[in-house]
């Protein structure tokens, strides 16, 4: 199985502060990464899949870089609205792991 | 607009069972792949099973691999997952989710239904 290791597992930020949240897989998985954003009692929220392709309707204060076993997620200008769990998954094969999650918290 | 409403949840004793099911709308349900994704009490998201769109090819998780089952009826647009045999460690909300055409990413998520096992 693809292991994913995502750090930090939380972080301290400020509004209108550009964060970054790392991912790293244990073997490559060329561009199949994906990022989630989860409001708590709510459900995940595609934001970036391919690695760095914008989901549709989500700001493009989201971006995403990485391939291979790297992968990064930069939030610019955060937003109170941002502050909220973010997931990394794997779609390279199943089973298809997440991160175990990245708080970004005021 | 795509929707996605998960019912079935509820609670269960252990060693009982349980079917989920998750009505869709808003897109060619057949075309597309289905996913199930669960999320323990305040615990991170683990992907359970996906689900082809012809119904074919099936998906699991090693933990649940001999006791839960997904299946589809295309015809009336419904993703089912059938568990059996639950733990208390299945305990989590459920959340049924579209895959998209590219990457196998899950790009649109039900509410999620909260299966509690517990006598």
């Known amino acids: 199985d693809i292991q994913i290791m995502q750090s930090p597992s939380s972080l301290s930020a400020s509004v209108g502060d550009r964060v970054t949240i790392t991912c790293r897989a244990s073997?490559?998985?060329?561009?199949?990464l994906n990022w989630y954003q989860q409001r708590p009692g709510k459900a995940p929220k595609l934001l970036i899949y391919?690695?760095?392709i914008l989901q549709s309707g989500v700001s493009s204060r989201f971006s995403g870089s990485g391939s291979g076993t790297e992968f990064t997620l930069t939030i610019s200008d955060l937003q109170p609205e941002d502050f909220a769990t973010y997931y990394c998954q794997q779609s390279h094969s199943t089973p298809r792991t997440f991160g175990l999650g990245t708080k970004v918290e005021i | 607009e795509v929707q996605l409403v998960e019912s079935g949840g509820g609670l269960v004793q252990p060693g009982g069972s349980l079917t989920l099911s998750c009505a869709a709308s808003g897109f060619t349900f057949r075309s597309f792949g289905m996913t199930w994704v669960r999320q323990a009490p305040g615990k991170g998201l683990e992907w359970v099973s996906t689900?082809?769109?012809?119904?074919?090819?099936?998906y699991y998780t090693d933990s649940v691999k001999g006791r839960f089952t997904v299946s589809r009826d295309n015809s009336k647009n419904t993703l089912s997952l059938q568990m059996n045999s639950l733990r208390a460690e299945d305990t989590a909300v459920y959340y049924c989710?579209?895959?998209?055409?590219?990457?196998?990413?899950?790009?649109?998520w039900g509410q999620g239904t909260l299966v509690t096992v517990s006598s």
């Open positions: 689900i082809t769109g012809t119904g074919i090819y099936t």
């Open positions: 391919a690695a760095s």
């Open positions: 989710a579209k895959d998209s055409d590219y990457n196998s990413c899950s790009d649109y």
């Open positions: 073997l490559s998985i060329s561009s199949f």
